[in-house]
């Protein structure tokens, strides 16, 4: 082994040995039981963040522990083609070069786009190697492979025959930036700070009519009507009228919906049709005309008369001023709500009537809420079913066309001569009726689409594959909280369609990465971390270990310099330790523990690793990957390297070579154990070290493959355990008296011990691990106190310290006799104030009650230091 920790010296090397040796792939194995994961496929668009590095290393720790347990382990990887991301990144580098998307045609578009794709599409998967991620990448999949594509024309065409899919004007959300659809998942809400114009719509024979509030002043050229409640005896006069529509020639009438809550607002209504998901309804129910003023880019149309060509808050800021000039503009107040944006671009979405395709969704959503309340699949943690519930619950159809050209186009074709309309598996050139040639539809669908298919779409659906059959449905999906509702629900409502079974057994949720302060790490922020750069300067280890250490499921993970910092210490440790063990076991015949003869040590280091092996394995079971990290982290640590190693220091330098014997090979037994204990989490380090541990002790050709410790491979020493703990104790207990004299580490003194029934026969070696770890010049057994010494009561007896080979008796006499001045001082403050009438009878009786404790412990605390100085002075008397 290198003398220093340096990860860029092996993590490319080992990562190439795995691959090289197809450590990854999969295979159906009907002599093992399966465990798949699906990665959740990056867009192509993307680079390595440090969400991606997390999800990554909590699939990559749960996959790499189920392959050491035995299973057929399958972590398929893929990228996804990201319609509306990956064409907004493709138009800005035409805008560079001058040209635009319909200078080329939509042939000439998609042949850039699958060039884009090829050379920067590739990126984020050789950026997830360098993290170590233990992926099939012979099974690579693409979203709009030709197999993923043949999937998606096939599940369209079944929600079509089924009568699923439609054809139809709804209001959809329509994202101005983007210039296409997208769906409510797509829509994320903010609130902002907004007015109510209150606006006086005039009675069309010269009466006052009413007063409606909007928050969308631009819309009203699109209003149909104005509604108010059946039971507002204010408007019952004016129900069935017709008002003057304000800013145009047009009068709309006065209709009674229960839609409409009376006590908001004025209780007046407008209704607008064409740009309010809710006004459409009304305008269903009243047969009202639709009348869109908007385009897709958020600008008023021809029908806006002269305020058409304008961006739709330059209108309403037009508008306005005009309604004023009119003295129809009756106030405005201020007004908080919610307004929707696209997740994407972050524009403000607009609402707007649009012919789209649909899919139902009340049918597919049933099955996928039934199957969730049933707990047959469920999610880690349990909170994260409310969200998923509510959201399936109140589902509305699914918009599913995007006005875009990178993506699935739909498979629907038209026959301009006989008006026919195809959905078709395959691409149609003629019409099937006529025979002339017919058209596709322009649109694509949601990229949402082909990812609901993605856990069975992967393994060869619509095909029934051997990989189906044994790989699905898969065991565990991970992925964040933010996607549960575009993709999670998705899947699963897919998998029960399609396959008729869940997806996958369970969904486990982690939380997003912040800084320590708890913000949401951002470039703007100036918190933003780079992964590529973290592994570059620590290693890859230090960054997974970093990320998932002490977090449990659900919750967010705060990630700062000072605990990249504190895990990199923590690999140094691991190597300088293991350089030990390796250096020490050079040349020695390393023996199988169970034929040679344990010291305490010994005994006691193997009941603490078997104890961190079952809370380790319960922690990876529950896909605890946080809990186990932090497990591994204070055994390695506390127990193996602050302690076992500091007591093997006993054996390995005494005369006697069977003990040196026996203690190296629990020493490599046990550091062997902790490589494959920690090795799903921090894969590099430990299968570098595991390489270079003896032959007899390493018991497969890398760690990765090799078996996962288990408990019960060594027999729990708990009797022998409690000896050495009563030991430690001792140890701690003489240090921490001599701290509290101030007497130096490397002044070395007598130990006496005055033993109890633990130790038993074992007080020799007691007193060698007592001398070794608590500054002992030498050691010997007592029955009774010698003078002159301080006293340290411990489970494993009395110990007894000569207090002249610990301390300067003047000086500490000095010291003593200041704490026992401030003492004195403390207990004459409480007296006195207990002592005052009015501070007893008018204090809060807290505040008494805490002065009582104050004289109670400072008496005692004098007593014991008055005895501590006559006992000084009478030994240096002496």
Known sequence: MDTTFDPKRFEKRLYKKWTDNKYFSAKVNKEKKPFTIMMPPPNITGQLHIGHALTMTVQDSIVRYKRMKGYETLWLPGTDHASIATEVKIIDKLTEEGVTKEELGRDGFLKRAFEWKAQYGGRIVEQLKYLGSSCDWDRLAFTMDDNLSRAVKETFVRYYEKGWIYHGARIINQCPGCKTAISDAEVEYETEEGFFWHIRYPEENGGEGVVVATTRPETLL????????????????LVGKRLVLPLTDRTIPVVADEYVDSSFGTGAVKITPAHDPNDFEVGLRHNLEIMRVMDDSGHMNELAGKYAGMDRYEARKAMVADLEALG??????????????????????????????????????????DVVKSRELRYIPKRFEKNYLYWMENIRDW??????????????????????????????????????????????????????LWPFSTLGWPDKTPDLEYFYPTDVLVTAYDIITFWVARMIYSGLEFMGEKPFKDVLIHGLVRDELGR???????????????IDKVGADVLRISLVSGVSAGGDIKYSDKKQEGYRNFMNKIWNASRFVLMNAEGVDILPIEKVKLTLADKWIITRLNSAISDVTKYMERYEVGLAANRIYDFVWSEFCDWYVELSKVSL????????????????????????????????????????????????????????????????????????????????????????????????????????????????????????????SDFAVVTDKPSDCATVVTALGEIYLPLGELVDYEKEIARLGGELKTARDELARAQGKLANEKFVSKAPKALVDAEKEKVEKYSERIALLEDKIAEMQKASAN
Request: charged content about 30%; overall charge positive.
């Open 520 to 534: 949401k790490l951002s470039k703007s922020l100036g918190n933003g971390i780079d992964p590529l750069e973290v």
């Open 399 to 452: 918009c599913i066309s995007r006005q875009l050209w990178w993506g699935h186009r739909i498979p629907v074709f038209y026959c301009d001569d006989c008006g026919g309309e195809f959905v078709s598996r395959d691409d149609l050139k003629v019409c099937p009726t006529c025979g002339k040639p017919v058209r596709q539809d322009e649109d694509v669908l949601d990229t949402w689409f082909s990812s609901a």
């Open 653 to 776: 330098y005494s005369s006697d070579e069977k003990k040196r014997q026996a203690t190296l090979s629990v020493l490599t037994r046990v550091l062997r154990d902790i490589l494959k204990l920690a090795h799903p989490i921090i894969p590099f380090i430990t299968a570098e070290i595991y390489d270079s541990l003896p032959e007899e002790v390493r018991d497969a050709e890398d760690v990765m493959i090799s078996d996962y410790p288990s408990a019960k491979a060594l027999k729990n020493r708990r009797v022998d355990a409690r000896k050495m703990e009563a030991i430690m104790d001792a140890i701690k207990r003489v240090r921490a008296i001599r701290a509290e004299m101030g007497v130096k580490p490397s002044r070395r003194t007598s130990i006496y011990l005055k033993p109890s029934d633990i130790i038993g026969k074992r007080t020799k070696e007691a007193g060698e691990y007592l001398v070794k770890l608590a500054s002992g």
């Open 222 to 237: 699109g209003d149909m009507a104005v509604a108010v409640h059946p039971t507002d005896k204010r408007y019952a006069s």
């Open 328 to 369: 129809l503009l009756v106030k405005i107040e201020p007004h908080t709500h919610n307004v929707g944006h696209c997740h994407r671009c972050h524009s403000a979405i607009e609402p707007i009537v649009s012919k789209q395709w649909f899919v139902k969704m009340k049918e597919l959503a049933q099955p996928a809420i």
